[in-house]
Nanobody, 126 residues
């Protein structure tokens, strides 16, 4: 079992920045590909970005390219999502997810991931 806990969410004005963290415990973090998803009210959970086990490969949804940056620190068992130039449409509950996989492939569907955090709210105001 892998336990994932998100932190760093909150309320920010449009154009501002937030940094989300996802702390993992329970298993060897470096054996897992990781991802961020988000779910806005009334919408399905959607893929945002993924990162391979060693950070060597990342994959972003088009809507966040150039604004969001994913990273991970395997020594700290933590993944990060730096979100800049936030827009109203970025408002959602953000979830981190883990998949047991050591490859450079990317994984972009909810079915690809085995473990999920509880989610954290990000609200962008005008």
């Amino acid at each position: 079992q892998v336990q994932l806990v998100e932190s760093g969410g909150g309320l920010v004005q449009a154009g501002g920045s937030l940094r989300l963290s996802c702390a993992a415990s329970g298993r060897t973090f470096s054996n897992y590909a990781m991802g961020w998803f988000r779910q806005a009210p009334g919408k399905e959970r959607e893929f945002v970005v993924s990162i391979s086990w060693n950070g060597g490969s990342t994959y972003y949804v088009d809507s966040v390219k150039g604004r969001f940056t994913i990273s991970r620190d395997n020594a700290k068992n933590t993944m990060y999502l730096q979100m800049n130039s936030l827009k109203l449409e970025d408002t959602a509950v953000y979830y981190c997810a883990a998949r047991y996989q050591r490859s450079q492939r990317y994984y972009s569907t909810t079915e690809d991931y085995d473990y999920w955090g509880q989610g954290i709210q990000v609200t962008v105001s005008s």
